[in-house]
C-alpha cells in the first residue's frame, strides 16, 4: 500500500517562506519521479514542480525562481521550498507520484498566504 504523506502547510504574510515536506512509504521511492501539485479555490488542479530520480527538476512558471524542489532517497521524502510567498500561492498543496503503473497523491495540505 503506498501512501504519501504531507506536511509544513499554515498561514504565512506574503513575502514569507515555507517548506513542505511529503514521505512516502510502501514505494521504490528513489527510482519515480516526485510532483507537487497544488489547487486553489475555484480553480483547476496544477503542476507546481517536479523531480526526477536523477534530480533534473521542472518547474510551473509561477514558481520559477522562487520555489525549490528537492528529494532525500534514503528519507523517501520531498520537498518544496516556497519563497516570497504571495496571496496568489494561497492553495491545497498535493504530492503526486506513479509507480507499479499506478497514481498516488497525498491527502493535501493547505497553505494560506496573507496580504
Known amino acids: 500500500q503506498v501512501q504519501l504523506v504531507e506536511s509544513g502547510g499554515g498561514l504565512v504574510q506574503a513575502g514569507g517562506s515555507v517548506r513542505l515536506s511529503c514521505t512516502a512509504s510502501?514505494?521504490?521511492?528513489?527510482?519515480?519521479?516526485q510532483t507537487w501539485y497544488r489547487q486553489a479555490p475555484g480553480k483547476q488542479r496544477e503542476l507546481v514542480a517536479s523531480?526526477?530520480?536523477?534530480?533534473?527538476?521542472t518547474y510551473a512558471d509561477s514558481a520559477k525562481g522562487r520555489f525549490t524542489i528537492s528529494r532525500d532517497d534514503a528519507k523517501k521524502t520531498v520537498y518544496l521550498q516556497m519563497n516570497s510567498l504571495k496571496p496568489d500561492d494561497t492553495a491545497v498543496y498535493y504530492c503526486?507520484?506513479?509507480?507499479?503503473?499506478?497514481?498516488?497523491w497525498g491527502q493535501g495540505t493547505q497553505v494560506t498566504v496573507s496580504s
Open positions: 503526486y507520484t506513479i509507480t507499479g503503473g499506478r497514481s498516488y
Open positions: 510502501g514505494t521504490t521511492f528513489s527510482i519515480n519521479v
Open positions: 523531480v526526477t530520480s536523477g534530480g533534473r527538476t
